[in-house]
């Protein structure tokens, strides 16, 4: 913890945690949590704060503590698009995930709390011989976050299957908006335009036969398997889909296969992923994004976006 900010060993950090102990429970409040534990990067430095609430309430609690106290926070889910700074993050992380995963299904609906992940949401699904999901089967991520981002994947999107989703405002409001109030595009949402925080949501599929959806399952597993770095530490996707291209075309375009900074490296196999092959630190992962923007940029004239979401010091 940053005794300079804080003053770890002083009345204001003591009242703090106090207070976000109040909020979530003791047992939930944990205090300079290595990041590199709670992202599929395997990389971060520590969290002032780590929380993991179970339940609406002790959300709206914990960051109504952190507004009036004006220290900063952040929602995350998996941490399966998320980078956070070597130098680790100055504020509290509220990780929505195991402590609100439930899954229900009911006819053709599913009802799931945002930290559910999606794999298990879709096995779900399989179970109940419910189809409409199967592109989500193999995604990291959880529910939250895929309603955040419009998560997709084999050409399926959230936004195909996604009947209403609860959030929780700025205001500490809960309000339960429909797809169309969701306004999901390509990786973005009301959630993410508003920073809202998704609570959970009610998928919408249709009767299927069990063995045939097991089997579209299995298919896009294998096409993971051969065609993505499963093996290594990533954040899936690094860059955004430029309208018209492929961005691990253009980063294989580029001559950037194989491309290596300190411990993190343009795959090899999936241009479109950076990888930590081992002992890979944020600066080497965002020293060699800004490489390959800048030089596919060169090459085909086209900027890329990161789709990896920063956060802390670097």
Not at 159 to 169: G, K, P, R, Y
């Amino acid at each position: 913890m940053a005794e300079n900010k804080y003053g770890r060993n002083g009345v204001y950090f003591m009242d703090l945690y106090r207070q976000l102990c109040d909020a979530a429970g003791r047992e939930n409040v944990f205090a300079d949590e290595a990041m590199s534990r709670h992202t599929t990067f395997r990389i971060g430095g520590p969290a002032d704060y780590f929380i993991t609430p179970s339940g609406t309430e002790a959300i709206r609690e914990v960051i109504e503590v952190c507004i009036k106290r004006a220290v900063p926070y952040y929602v995350m889910g998996n941490g399966s698009n998320l980078l956070v700074g070597d130098k680790g993050y100055r504020g509290v992380i509220i990780q929505i995930y195991r402590n609100m995963s439930t899954i229900e299904t009911d006819g053709v609906r599913i009802r799931a709390q945002a930290g559910a992940l999606l794999s298990k949401t879709a096995a779900a699904a399989l179970e109940a011989s419910l189809t409409g999901m199967e592109f989500a089967s193999g995604i990291p991520g959880t529910l939250g976050g895929a309603l955040r981002m419009n998560a997709g994947a084999y050409g399926g999107e959230m936004n195909q299957i996604v009947e209403s989703a609860q959030v929780l405002t700025q205001d500490g409001e809960v309000l339960t908006l429909s797809v169309d109030e969701l306004g999901m595009g390509y990786r973005t949402s009301v959630i993410s335009k508003n920073d809202y925080v998704a609570l959970g949501a009610v998928l919408k599929l249709e009767h299927g036969d069990k063995e045939t959806i097991r089997a579209a399952m299995e298919e896009l597993k294998n096409r993971r398997v051969e065609k993505q770095p499963l093996e290594y530490g990533s954040a899936g996707s690094t860059f955004k889909r430029p309208e018209g291209y492929f961005a691990g075309k253009l980063i294989e375009e580029a001559g950037l296969r194989g491309y290596q900074v300190g411990g993190a490296q343009v795959s090899e196999k999936h241009c479109g992923f950076v990888i930590n092959r081992g002992g890979a630190t944020a600066k080497d992962v965002v020293r060699l994004m800004s490489d390959v923007v800048e030089r596919v940029k060169q090459n085909s004239g086209v900027t890329l976006e990161p789709e990896v979401k920063r956060i802390g010091e670097f």
